[in-house]
Protein backbone atom coordinates (compact mmCIF):
# COMPACT_ATOMS: atom_id res chain seq x y z
CA UNK A 1 0.00 0.00 0.00
CA UNK A 2 1.47 3.64 -0.88
CA UNK A 3 0.93 6.20 1.29
CA UNK A 4 2.18 10.11 1.40
CA UNK A 5 3.84 12.01 4.14
CA UNK A 6 1.40 13.19 7.45
CA UNK A 7 2.25 14.97 10.52
CA UNK A 8 0.87 16.40 13.58
CA UNK A 9 1.17 17.41 16.87
CA UNK A 10 1.07 14.63 18.92
CA UNK A 11 1.19 15.80 22.85
CA UNK A 12 -1.97 17.94 23.90
CA UNK A 13 -2.32 21.55 23.29
CA UNK A 14 -1.27 24.45 25.89
CA UNK A 15 2.23 24.84 27.54
CA UNK A 16 4.29 22.44 29.07
CA UNK A 17 8.44 21.43 29.11
CA UNK A 18 8.34 19.12 25.63
CA UNK A 19 5.92 18.93 22.51
CA UNK A 20 6.13 15.93 19.80
CA UNK A 21 5.89 16.50 16.57
CA UNK A 22 5.40 13.60 14.82
CA UNK A 23 5.94 13.12 10.79
CA UNK A 24 5.23 9.70 8.99
CA UNK A 25 5.65 8.75 5.35
CA UNK A 26 7.67 7.35 2.77
CA UNK A 27 8.85 11.47 2.74
CA UNK A 28 9.70 11.97 6.12
CA UNK A 29 13.49 11.68 6.11
CA UNK A 30 13.59 13.56 2.68
CA UNK A 31 11.66 16.85 4.19
CA UNK A 32 13.94 17.04 7.46
CA UNK A 33 16.72 19.20 5.87
CA UNK A 34 13.87 21.63 4.72
CA UNK A 35 13.50 22.77 8.17
CA UNK A 36 16.15 21.35 10.49
CA UNK A 37 20.25 22.25 10.86
CA UNK A 38 22.77 21.03 13.92
CA UNK A 39 23.75 24.25 14.24
CA UNK A 40 22.13 27.71 14.53
CA UNK A 41 23.08 29.43 11.60
CA UNK A 42 20.85 27.78 9.14
CA UNK A 43 19.32 24.07 7.85
CA UNK A 44 22.19 21.31 6.89
CA UNK A 45 21.47 20.20 3.24
CA UNK A 46 22.31 16.53 4.41
CA UNK A 47 22.02 16.59 7.89
CA UNK A 48 23.51 12.63 9.41
CA UNK A 49 20.35 11.06 10.42
CA UNK A 50 21.06 7.61 11.88
CA UNK A 51 17.74 5.41 12.84
CA UNK A 52 16.57 5.65 16.51
CA UNK A 53 19.42 8.16 17.27
CA UNK A 54 18.76 11.49 18.74
CA UNK A 55 20.31 14.28 16.92
CA UNK A 56 20.44 18.03 18.34
CA UNK A 57 19.53 21.11 16.87
CA UNK A 58 17.39 24.24 15.17
CA UNK A 59 14.19 24.50 13.68
CA UNK A 60 13.78 27.43 11.29
CA UNK A 61 11.19 29.66 9.38
CA UNK A 62 11.41 28.89 5.59
CA UNK A 63 10.47 32.72 5.22
CA UNK A 64 13.07 34.70 7.65
CA UNK A 65 15.47 31.57 7.95
CA UNK A 66 15.45 32.67 11.83
CA UNK A 67 15.51 29.69 14.62
CA UNK A 68 12.14 29.01 16.14
CA UNK A 69 13.36 26.97 18.46
CA UNK A 70 15.67 24.72 19.56
CA UNK A 71 14.63 20.97 19.41
CA UNK A 72 15.58 17.08 19.90
CA UNK A 73 14.81 15.07 16.44
CA UNK A 74 14.40 11.33 16.90
CA UNK A 75 13.94 9.49 13.28
CA UNK A 76 12.78 5.95 13.51
CA UNK A 77 13.44 3.87 10.13
CA UNK A 78 10.46 1.82 8.69
CA UNK A 79 9.77 -1.03 9.99
CA UNK A 80 10.91 -0.19 13.28
CA UNK A 81 8.63 2.68 14.02
CA UNK A 82 5.36 3.02 15.67
CA UNK A 83 3.24 3.09 11.76
CA UNK A 84 6.18 0.94 10.62
CA UNK A 85 7.20 3.45 8.12
CA UNK A 86 9.57 5.90 8.30
CA UNK A 87 8.82 8.43 11.33
CA UNK A 88 10.52 11.64 12.41
CA UNK A 89 9.46 13.23 15.60
CA UNK A 90 10.33 16.30 16.83
CA UNK A 91 10.48 17.56 20.70
CA UNK A 92 10.04 21.26 20.69
CA UNK A 93 9.49 23.38 23.95
CA UNK A 94 5.90 22.83 24.19
CA UNK A 95 4.01 26.23 23.65
CA UNK A 96 0.60 26.63 21.33
CA UNK A 97 2.21 29.30 19.53
CA UNK A 98 5.60 27.82 18.90
CA UNK A 99 4.19 24.18 18.37
CA UNK A 100 1.98 25.23 15.43
CA UNK A 101 5.09 27.34 14.08
CA UNK A 102 6.96 24.28 13.80
CA UNK A 103 4.02 22.52 12.48
CA UNK A 104 3.37 25.34 9.75
CA UNK A 105 7.12 24.30 8.52
CA UNK A 106 6.93 20.72 8.34
CA UNK A 107 3.71 21.09 6.16
CA UNK A 108 5.00 23.70 3.92
CA UNK A 109 7.97 21.48 3.58
CA UNK A 110 5.81 19.03 2.16
CA UNK A 111 3.70 16.90 4.58
CA UNK A 112 0.19 16.60 5.01
CA UNK A 113 -1.90 17.10 8.37
CA UNK A 114 -2.92 14.04 9.05
CA UNK A 115 -6.48 13.11 10.05
CA UNK A 116 -7.62 11.96 13.88
CA UNK A 117 -6.30 8.36 13.99
CA UNK A 118 -4.38 8.29 11.62
CA UNK A 119 -0.81 7.22 12.65
CA UNK A 120 -2.47 4.36 14.37
CA UNK A 121 -4.94 3.85 11.17
CA UNK A 122 -1.11 3.00 9.23
CA UNK A 123 0.17 1.01 12.13
CA UNK A 124 -2.84 -0.99 11.69
CA UNK A 125 -2.93 -1.19 7.51
CA UNK A 126 0.88 -1.73 7.58
CA UNK A 127 0.32 -5.16 9.50
CA UNK A 128 1.87 -3.68 12.79
CA UNK A 129 -0.81 -4.40 14.98
CA UNK A 130 -3.83 -5.48 14.68
CA UNK A 131 -7.74 -3.67 15.11
CA UNK A 132 -7.91 -4.77 18.69
CA UNK A 133 -4.51 -3.18 19.66
CA UNK A 134 -5.24 0.12 17.73
CA UNK A 135 -8.85 -0.18 19.68
CA UNK A 136 -6.53 -0.13 22.74
CA UNK A 137 -4.64 2.99 22.16
CA UNK A 138 -7.08 4.88 22.30
CA UNK A 139 -8.37 3.25 25.44
CA UNK A 140 -5.40 3.51 27.28
CA UNK A 141 -5.43 7.32 26.26
CA UNK A 142 -8.66 7.70 27.80
CA UNK A 143 -8.40 5.07 31.11
CA UNK A 144 -9.70 6.64 33.91
CA UNK A 145 -8.91 4.30 36.25
CA UNK A 146 -6.71 1.30 37.13
CA UNK A 147 -8.46 -1.24 36.30
CA UNK A 148 -9.43 0.14 32.62
CA UNK A 149 -6.25 0.51 32.30
CA UNK A 150 -5.41 -2.87 32.81
CA UNK A 151 -7.25 -4.24 30.34
CA UNK A 152 -6.56 -1.70 27.45
CA UNK A 153 -2.76 -2.66 28.39
CA UNK A 154 -3.16 -6.56 27.79
CA UNK A 155 -4.75 -5.67 24.40
CA UNK A 156 -2.59 -3.30 23.40
CA UNK A 157 -0.40 -6.37 24.25
CA UNK A 158 -2.19 -8.87 21.64
CA UNK A 159 -4.09 -10.61 24.08
CA UNK A 160 -7.42 -10.26 22.89
CA UNK A 161 -5.86 -11.06 19.57
CA UNK A 162 -3.88 -14.31 20.29
CA UNK A 163 -6.97 -15.71 21.84
CA UNK A 164 -9.40 -14.63 19.02
CA UNK A 165 -6.83 -15.84 16.35
CA UNK A 166 -6.32 -18.92 17.60
CA UNK A 167 -9.98 -20.15 17.43
CA UNK A 168 -9.91 -18.40 13.63
CA UNK A 169 -7.19 -20.48 12.63
CA UNK A 170 -9.21 -23.61 13.91
CA UNK A 171 -11.69 -22.43 11.70
CA UNK A 172 -9.90 -21.75 8.76
CA UNK A 173 -8.12 -25.62 8.82
CA UNK A 174 -11.51 -27.08 9.11
CA UNK A 175 -12.96 -25.04 6.65
CA UNK A 176 -10.18 -25.98 4.56
CA UNK A 177 -10.78 -29.99 4.82
CA UNK A 178 -14.45 -28.73 3.69
CA UNK A 179 -13.84 -27.18 1.25
CA UNK A 180 -11.63 -30.39 -0.16
CA UNK A 181 -14.71 -32.58 -0.03
CA UNK A 182 -16.35 -30.35 -2.38
CA UNK A 183 -13.72 -30.37 -4.61
CA UNK A 184 -13.57 -34.09 -4.46
CA UNK A 185 -17.39 -35.38 -4.13
CA UNK A 186 -16.54 -39.15 -4.99
CA UNK A 187 -13.53 -39.50 -2.36
CA UNK A 188 -14.84 -42.47 -0.67
CA UNK A 189 -12.93 -42.10 2.40
CA UNK A 190 -14.76 -39.36 4.68
CA UNK A 191 -12.56 -36.14 4.34
CA UNK A 192 -14.42 -34.55 7.52
CA UNK A 193 -14.75 -37.24 9.99
CA UNK A 194 -18.21 -35.65 11.90
CA UNK A 195 -16.23 -36.32 15.29
CA UNK A 196 -13.33 -33.80 14.40
CA UNK A 197 -15.69 -31.12 12.44
CA UNK A 198 -18.19 -31.91 15.78
CA UNK A 199 -14.93 -30.77 18.14
CA UNK A 200 -13.49 -28.08 16.13
CA UNK A 201 -16.90 -26.43 15.96
CA UNK A 202 -17.92 -26.82 19.55
CA UNK A 203 -14.08 -25.73 21.01
CA UNK A 204 -14.65 -22.68 19.11
CA UNK A 205 -17.94 -22.20 20.01
CA UNK A 206 -17.31 -22.65 23.97
CA UNK A 207 -14.23 -19.96 23.67
CA UNK A 208 -16.42 -17.33 22.48
CA UNK A 209 -19.17 -18.34 24.35
CA UNK A 210 -16.13 -17.45 27.36
CA UNK A 211 -15.44 -13.95 26.08
CA UNK A 212 -18.87 -12.96 25.54
CA UNK A 213 -19.41 -13.54 29.72
CA UNK A 214 -16.05 -12.38 30.19
CA UNK A 215 -18.10 -9.24 28.29
CA UNK A 216 -20.60 -9.61 30.76
CA UNK A 217 -18.66 -9.98 33.65
CA UNK A 218 -15.92 -7.27 33.55
CA UNK A 219 -16.99 -5.26 30.61
CA UNK A 220 -17.97 -2.50 33.62
CA UNK A 221 -13.97 -2.42 34.56
CA UNK A 222 -13.61 0.07 31.35
CA UNK A 223 -17.73 1.09 30.97
CA UNK A 224 -18.56 1.62 34.34
CA UNK A 225 -20.92 0.32 36.62
CA UNK A 226 -24.19 1.85 37.44
CA UNK A 227 -24.83 2.42 41.18
CA UNK A 228 -28.41 4.05 42.23
CA UNK A 229 -28.93 4.78 45.47
CA UNK A 230 -32.94 4.89 45.96
CA UNK A 231 -35.09 4.53 48.97
CA UNK A 232 -38.13 6.61 51.07
CA UNK A 233 -37.74 10.33 51.22
CA UNK A 234 -35.53 12.04 53.46
CA UNK A 235 -33.26 9.12 54.37
CA UNK A 236 -30.30 10.94 53.34
CA UNK A 237 -29.89 9.29 49.72
CA UNK A 238 -28.50 13.06 48.66
CA UNK A 239 -26.28 13.25 51.43
CA UNK A 240 -24.91 9.64 50.70
CA UNK A 241 -24.10 10.88 47.42
CA UNK A 242 -22.58 14.06 48.28
CA UNK A 243 -20.14 12.05 50.73
CA UNK A 244 -19.26 9.62 47.96
CA UNK A 245 -18.21 12.23 45.90
CA UNK A 246 -16.59 13.95 48.18
CA UNK A 247 -18.32 17.82 46.56
CA UNK A 248 -22.04 18.81 47.20
CA UNK A 249 -23.43 18.05 44.02
CA UNK A 250 -26.99 17.25 45.09
CA UNK A 251 -28.97 19.58 47.35
CA UNK A 252 -30.02 18.58 50.45
CA UNK A 253 -32.79 19.47 52.73
CA UNK A 254 -34.38 18.61 55.87
CA UNK A 255 -37.47 18.71 53.72
CA UNK A 256 -39.28 15.25 52.42
CA UNK A 257 -39.35 15.44 48.32
CA UNK A 258 -35.87 17.93 47.90
CA UNK A 259 -34.47 15.60 45.07
CA UNK A 260 -36.96 15.32 41.97
CA UNK A 261 -34.88 14.72 38.45
CA UNK A 262 -31.82 12.46 38.03
CA UNK A 263 -28.37 13.29 39.00
CA UNK A 264 -25.56 11.32 37.59
CA UNK A 265 -21.87 11.03 38.23
CA UNK A 266 -18.66 9.93 37.55
CA UNK A 267 -16.87 7.70 40.69
CA UNK A 268 -13.83 5.99 41.21
CA UNK A 269 -13.93 3.45 44.16
CA UNK A 270 -10.83 1.38 44.33
CA UNK A 271 -10.13 2.06 40.34
CA UNK A 272 -13.23 0.68 39.54
CA UNK A 273 -15.21 3.71 37.76
CA UNK A 274 -18.91 3.91 38.46
CA UNK A 275 -21.58 6.07 37.57
CA UNK A 276 -23.32 6.99 40.37
CA UNK A 277 -27.33 8.66 40.51
CA UNK A 278 -29.01 10.41 43.14
CA UNK A 279 -32.56 9.35 42.70
CA UNK A 280 -35.90 10.93 43.78
CA UNK A 281 -37.14 9.23 47.40
CA UNK A 282 -39.98 7.11 46.33
CA UNK A 283 -43.12 7.26 48.18
CA UNK A 284 -46.94 7.60 47.22
CA UNK A 285 -47.61 11.26 46.33
CA UNK A 286 -50.04 13.33 44.35
CA UNK A 287 -46.99 16.35 43.17
CA UNK A 288 -46.79 16.08 39.26
CA UNK A 289 -43.25 16.79 39.32
CA UNK A 290 -42.22 14.24 42.25
CA UNK A 291 -44.75 11.80 40.29
CA UNK A 292 -42.47 12.12 37.44
CA UNK A 293 -39.31 12.14 39.24
CA UNK A 294 -40.37 8.67 41.02
CA UNK A 295 -41.48 7.08 37.81
CA UNK A 296 -37.96 8.17 36.26
CA UNK A 297 -36.16 6.61 38.99
CA UNK A 298 -38.01 3.58 38.73
CA UNK A 299 -36.81 2.83 34.85
CA UNK A 300 -33.24 3.87 35.73
CA UNK A 301 -33.00 1.63 38.89
CA UNK A 302 -34.08 -1.11 36.35
CA UNK A 303 -31.05 -0.64 34.41
CA UNK A 304 -28.27 0.03 37.24
CA UNK A 305 -25.95 -2.90 38.02
CA UNK A 306 -26.08 -2.41 41.84
CA UNK A 307 -28.53 -0.59 44.13
CA UNK A 308 -28.08 1.03 47.39
CA UNK A 309 -31.00 1.21 48.92
CA UNK A 310 -31.49 3.65 51.66
CA UNK A 311 -33.23 3.62 55.11
CA UNK A 312 -32.67 5.65 58.45
CA UNK A 313 -32.22 4.02 61.61
CA UNK A 314 -34.83 3.52 63.40
CA UNK A 315 -37.63 4.06 60.90
CA UNK A 316 -39.46 0.96 59.68
CA UNK A 317 -39.33 -0.29 56.40
CA UNK A 318 -41.47 -3.13 54.71
CA UNK A 319 -40.44 -5.94 52.83
CA UNK A 320 -42.88 -4.52 50.10
CA UNK A 321 -41.69 -0.94 50.21
CA UNK A 322 -38.18 -2.78 49.08
CA UNK A 323 -39.67 -5.09 46.48
CA UNK A 324 -41.93 -2.03 44.97
CA UNK A 325 -38.55 0.10 44.55
CA UNK A 326 -35.91 -2.09 43.21
CA UNK A 327 -36.68 -5.22 40.98
CA UNK A 328 -35.94 -8.64 42.61
CA UNK A 329 -33.14 -9.99 40.08
CA UNK A 330 -31.00 -6.60 41.50
CA UNK A 331 -27.62 -6.57 43.77
CA UNK A 332 -28.16 -4.84 46.40
CA UNK A 333 -26.90 -3.36 49.28
CA UNK A 334 -28.83 -2.33 52.11
CA UNK A 335 -27.57 1.18 53.98
CA UNK A 336 -28.94 2.43 57.23
CA UNK A 337 -28.31 5.70 57.32
CA UNK A 338 -28.34 8.52 59.85
CA UNK A 339 -26.85 5.94 62.87
CA UNK A 340 -25.39 9.11 64.94
CA UNK A 341 -28.59 9.50 66.10
CA UNK A 342 -29.22 6.69 67.52
CA UNK A 343 -28.10 5.00 70.45
CA UNK A 344 -29.74 1.52 71.27
CA UNK A 345 -28.82 -1.48 68.84
CA UNK A 346 -30.58 -0.89 65.61
CA UNK A 347 -33.92 -2.86 65.46
CA UNK A 348 -34.26 -6.55 63.77
CA UNK A 349 -35.22 -6.43 60.01
CA UNK A 350 -38.03 -8.41 58.09
CA UNK A 351 -36.58 -11.57 56.64
CA UNK A 352 -36.27 -9.79 53.04
CA UNK A 353 -34.23 -7.38 54.02
CA UNK A 354 -32.10 -9.27 57.16
CA UNK A 355 -30.61 -11.17 54.29
CA UNK A 356 -29.32 -8.20 52.01
CA UNK A 357 -25.60 -7.56 53.01
CA UNK A 358 -26.01 -4.78 54.97
CA UNK A 359 -23.84 -1.71 55.95
CA UNK A 360 -24.80 1.28 58.78
CA UNK A 361 -23.36 4.53 58.27
CA UNK A 362 -23.76 7.87 58.93
CA UNK A 363 -23.76 10.20 55.62
CA UNK A 364 -23.54 13.50 58.14
CA UNK A 365 -20.49 12.50 59.88
CA UNK A 366 -18.92 9.84 57.70
CA UNK A 367 -19.73 6.96 60.03
CA UNK A 368 -19.16 3.59 57.99
CA UNK A 369 -18.57 5.07 54.80
CA UNK A 370 -15.40 3.11 54.00
CA UNK A 371 -17.07 0.26 54.86
CA UNK A 372 -19.72 1.01 52.36
CA UNK A 373 -16.95 1.71 50.20
CA UNK A 374 -15.21 -1.36 50.60
CA UNK A 375 -19.26 -3.62 49.90
CA UNK A 376 -19.44 -1.78 46.96
CA UNK A 377 -15.98 -2.97 45.63
CA UNK A 378 -16.70 -6.61 46.65
CA UNK A 379 -19.92 -6.89 45.72
CA UNK A 380 -19.01 -5.21 42.15
CA UNK A 381 -15.44 -7.38 41.80
CA UNK A 382 -17.21 -10.29 42.88
CA UNK A 383 -14.39 -13.50 41.92
CA UNK A 384 -13.14 -11.12 38.90
CA UNK A 385 -10.19 -9.93 40.63
CA UNK A 386 -8.00 -12.49 39.92
CA UNK A 387 -8.86 -13.55 36.53
CA UNK A 388 -7.31 -12.40 33.29
CA UNK A 389 -7.59 -8.68 31.63
CA UNK A 390 -8.56 -10.32 28.01
CA UNK A 391 -12.13 -8.14 28.24
CA UNK A 392 -14.11 -7.64 24.90
CA UNK A 393 -15.58 -4.24 23.91
CA UNK A 394 -19.33 -4.30 23.03
CA UNK A 395 -17.81 -4.29 18.74
CA UNK A 396 -16.52 -7.70 20.12
CA UNK A 397 -19.27 -9.34 21.65
CA UNK A 398 -21.62 -8.01 18.72
CA UNK A 399 -18.91 -9.75 16.21
CA UNK A 400 -18.50 -13.32 18.99
CA UNK A 401 -22.44 -13.63 19.24
CA UNK A 402 -23.25 -13.85 15.53
CA UNK A 403 -20.33 -15.94 15.14
CA UNK A 404 -21.84 -18.68 17.67
CA UNK A 405 -25.24 -18.32 15.82
CA UNK A 406 -23.28 -19.32 12.70
CA UNK A 407 -21.11 -22.11 14.76
CA UNK A 408 -24.57 -23.11 16.22
CA UNK A 409 -25.78 -23.74 12.46
CA UNK A 410 -22.53 -25.70 11.44
CA UNK A 411 -23.03 -27.71 14.44
CA UNK A 412 -26.36 -28.82 13.73
CA UNK A 413 -25.43 -29.09 10.16
CA UNK A 414 -22.88 -31.98 10.84
CA UNK A 415 -25.35 -33.03 12.81
CA UNK A 416 -27.25 -33.76 10.87
CA UNK A 417 -25.25 -34.59 7.83
CA UNK A 418 -25.78 -31.79 5.70
CA UNK A 419 -23.76 -30.86 2.55
CA UNK A 420 -20.40 -29.75 2.23
CA UNK A 421 -21.52 -26.38 0.75
CA UNK A 422 -23.99 -25.23 3.09
CA UNK A 423 -21.49 -26.02 6.60
CA UNK A 424 -18.60 -24.11 3.96
CA UNK A 425 -20.97 -20.80 4.03
CA UNK A 426 -21.81 -21.40 7.89
CA UNK A 427 -17.83 -22.00 8.97
CA UNK A 428 -16.59 -19.16 6.55
CA UNK A 429 -19.37 -17.05 8.03
CA UNK A 430 -17.80 -17.61 11.79
CA UNK A 431 -14.42 -17.45 10.75
CA UNK A 432 -15.09 -14.14 8.95
CA UNK A 433 -16.90 -12.38 11.92
CA UNK A 434 -13.62 -13.11 13.89
CA UNK A 435 -11.62 -11.42 11.03
CA UNK A 436 -13.93 -8.50 11.63
CA UNK A 437 -12.65 -7.90 15.30
CA UNK A 438 -9.21 -8.55 14.24
CA UNK A 439 -9.68 -6.39 11.51
CA UNK A 440 -9.05 -8.60 8.50
CA UNK A 441 -12.18 -8.70 7.32
CA UNK A 442 -13.60 -5.71 8.73
CA UNK A 443 -15.35 -3.19 6.70
CA UNK A 444 -13.94 0.39 5.72
CA UNK A 445 -17.05 1.85 7.78
CA UNK A 446 -15.80 -0.03 11.04
CA UNK A 447 -12.07 1.05 10.41
CA UNK A 448 -13.71 4.92 9.91
CA UNK A 449 -15.83 4.42 13.05
CA UNK A 450 -13.12 3.31 15.03
CA UNK A 451 -10.42 5.94 13.82
CA UNK A 452 -12.66 8.78 14.13
CA UNK A 453 -12.96 8.36 17.92
CA UNK A 454 -8.90 9.44 18.25
CA UNK A 455 -7.77 12.38 18.81
CA UNK A 456 -4.99 14.33 15.84
CA UNK A 457 -1.64 12.90 16.33
CA UNK A 458 -2.05 9.67 17.33
N1 LIG B 1 -28.30 13.19 61.70
C1 LIG B 1 -28.16 12.90 60.43
N2 LIG B 1 -28.85 13.57 59.49
C2 LIG B 1 -28.68 13.23 58.20
C3 LIG B 1 -27.83 12.21 57.77
N3 LIG B 1 -27.89 12.11 56.46
C4 LIG B 1 -28.74 13.06 56.02
N4 LIG B 1 -29.23 13.75 57.09
C5 LIG B 1 -30.21 14.83 57.04
O1 LIG B 1 -31.43 14.30 56.57
C6 LIG B 1 -32.11 15.29 55.77
C7 LIG B 1 -32.43 14.74 54.41
O2 LIG B 1 -31.23 14.48 53.71
P1 LIG B 1 -31.18 14.31 52.15
O3 LIG B 1 -29.80 13.85 51.82
O4 LIG B 1 -31.69 15.50 51.45
O5 LIG B 1 -32.19 13.10 51.98
P2 LIG B 1 -32.79 12.47 50.65
O6 LIG B 1 -32.97 11.03 50.92
O7 LIG B 1 -31.95 12.84 49.49
O8 LIG B 1 -34.20 13.17 50.55
P3 LIG B 1 -35.15 13.40 49.26
O9 LIG B 1 -34.33 13.96 48.18
O10 LIG B 1 -36.15 14.33 49.77
O11 LIG B 1 -35.74 12.08 48.94
C8 LIG B 1 -31.17 16.49 55.71
O12 LIG B 1 -31.59 17.41 56.71
C9 LIG B 1 -29.83 15.91 56.07
O13 LIG B 1 -28.96 16.84 56.66
C10 LIG B 1 -27.11 11.48 58.82
O14 LIG B 1 -26.35 10.56 58.58
N5 LIG B 1 -27.33 11.88 60.10
MG1 LIG C 1 -32.38 13.88 47.83
Redesign the pocket.
Known amino acids: MKFDTIAAIATPPGSGGIGIIRISGPGAMALVPRFFGTSPTCPDPEPALESHRVVHGYVFEDQTGRVIDEVLLLPMMGPRSYTAEDVVEIQAHSGSLVMATILDQVLSAGARLADPGEFTKRAFLNGRIDLTQAEAVSDIINARTSGSLRIAASQNLGELKQAIQGSRDTLIELLALVEAAIDFPDETQELVPKALGLDRIRSVMTACQGFIQKYEDAHFLRDGIKLAIC????????????RLLEKER???????????DLIEESLNISGIPYLVS?T??MHQTDDLVEKIGIERAKKHIAGSDLILF?K?AGSEISETELQAIVPEDKKIILVI?????VDEPLEDLPPALAKLPCVK?????D?GIDDLRKQITDLSMGDLADTSSVVPNLRHRKALERAVESLKAAETGFLNDQEEETLAIDIRNAADLLGEILGDTAGIDILDTIFSNFCIGK
Open positions: GPPNVGKSSLMNSIVTSIPGTTRDAGMSNKIDLVSALTL
